[in-house]
């Protein structure tokens, strides 16, 4: 694997730093948060020039020190959109993470929070989504048209960002993968991957574990297409976000059941954090879907 992309000297030392290294996680993880802002801009004008979003007001400098209010496309407040999303996603992902290996962190508490690893991707969504539904009510957007067009982006971004636990061999791969059920097409890299060199420093076995992560990629690659391709459809406003939430529910729900994960007893079944939360969004989104598959 390759949890470290690239070491960049420095002249001078700094904090003990004699480098400043470039992780594959991290690189990933900004990849897939500027395309998503791409993609959200050009939704967001795609909209606005047809007539279904109304103009915003943002502050413009006049001259040195005045400013004034100028009514612009929604699409300017992406870039504000991305720094919430950002900083609101590592502490959202970090916070569950945090709350799903309790006992780890009450061990040491310091190295969990610091480390380079440990973020759970539900826990950033929840954090982000806050955010940025804060921020753009502020603005006055409608928040249903809003939401369908920015939220099929995450799809994607959700799995490039798995690329990047990919290469970095983080944890976040499957359990033990069985060679013996193998089917002849599938390569062998891709049933089962031993993540030599991972960022953890564990030793997996022989025969490898499922590279749970490359099948979020294509799944999340693939309903992305599906959801990008709906974008023009008949129903109201709503329902494209209602039916990414049902997608991202299915989706983790699935890879969950051969994904290493701590589980926990709840209402007598031993589940995964991930599990209870895949459930609650797809009945959220089963819900915003009946009530939304209503011609405009």
């Not at 795609?46 to 001259?63: D, M, P, T």
């Not at 921020?135 to 982006?153: C, E, M, Q, S």
């Not at 799809?155 to 960002?161: F, Q, S, V």
């Not at 709906?230 to 890879?255: D, K, M, Q």
Request: proline fraction near 5%.
């Amino acid at each position: 694997m390759y949890p470290r992309l690239l070491e960049i000297p420095i002249p001078i030392e700094f904090l003990g730093m004699e480098s400043i290294t470039i992780y594959s996680f991290g690189a990933m993880m900004a990849t897939g948060f500027l395309v998503a802002a791409w993609l959200m801009r050009r939704e967001l004008d795609r909209l606005y020039q047809k007539g279904k979003l109304q103009s915003v007001q943002i502050e413009a400098k006049k001259g040195r020190k005045q400013k004034q209010n100028v009514d612009t496309s929604p699409a300017s407040l992406v870039g504000t959109i991305t720094v919430i999303a950002v900083i609101g996603g590592i502490i959202g992902a970090k916070v569950f993470h945090i709350l799903e290996n309790w006992g780890d962190f009450m061990v040491d508490p310091g190295g969990m929070i610091f480390s380079q690893g440990g973020l759970t991707f539900y826990g950033g969504l929840i954090f982000a989504a806050v955010g940025i539904i804060w921020y753009v009510r502020k603005h006055g957007v409608h928040l249903p048209l809003f939401i369908d067009a920015t939220l099929p982006t995450v799809m994607l971004a959700y799995g490039i960002g798995r690329i990047g636990c990919h290469l970095a061999g983080d944890g976040d791969w499957g359990i033990p993968s069985n060679p013996d059920i193998q089917p002849s097409f599938i390569p062998d890299w891709l049933w089962g991957e031993t993540y030599p060199n991972n960022i953890l420093g564990q030793t997996l076995p022989e025969s490898g574990v499922y590279p749970t992560s490359i099948y979020e990629f294509v799944m999340a690659t693939v309903l992305f297409a599906v959801l990008m391709s709906l974008r023009n459809h008949p129903f109201r406003a709503g329902w494209l976000a209602s039916l990414t939430v049902l997608f991202f529910g299915v989706e983790r729900l699935l890879i969950e059941q051969i994904r290493v994960n701590n589980v926990f007893e709840f209402i007598g079944l031993e589940v995964t954090q991930a599990e209870v939360i895949s459930v609650i969004m797809i009945l959220m989104g089963i819900a915003g879907l009946v009530f939304t598959t209503r011609k405009k």
